[in-house]
């Protein structure tokens, strides 16, 4: 739901307040997510670029939210799990399996 710039300073105040090797889980609408009502709906390169400096993308995998809106009762997801880099890792490597 952010847009890049609001996404930039998310993640430098997630770095700002987790320890290397804290893993972060983010759940995020889709853009596999057919129509365009609702929320921004995010790709996986924004995931990606958004956290290549200074974390590990240990997987990027497809999931569903419950949503109660129009009549719908799922939408498209993405389940991001990141690792904080460690200072002996290099940072924004990783697989995204989908």
Known sequence: MFDDEDRARYVA?????????????LL????????????????????????????????????????????ASEAQAWLATIERARSDEPAGGGGSGS
Request: net charge neutral.
């Open 13 to 25: 105040s997630l770095a700002a307040v987790t320890r290397p090797g804290a893993m972060c889980y």
């Open 28 to 71: 995020c609408f889709s853009d596999r997510q057919p129509g365009t009502m609702g929320p921004r709906r995010i790709t996986q390169d924004e995931l990606t670029t958004a956290f290549r400096d200074g974390w590990v993308i240990a997987g990027i995998t497809a999931e569903t939210f419950a949503v109660n809106f129009g009549g």
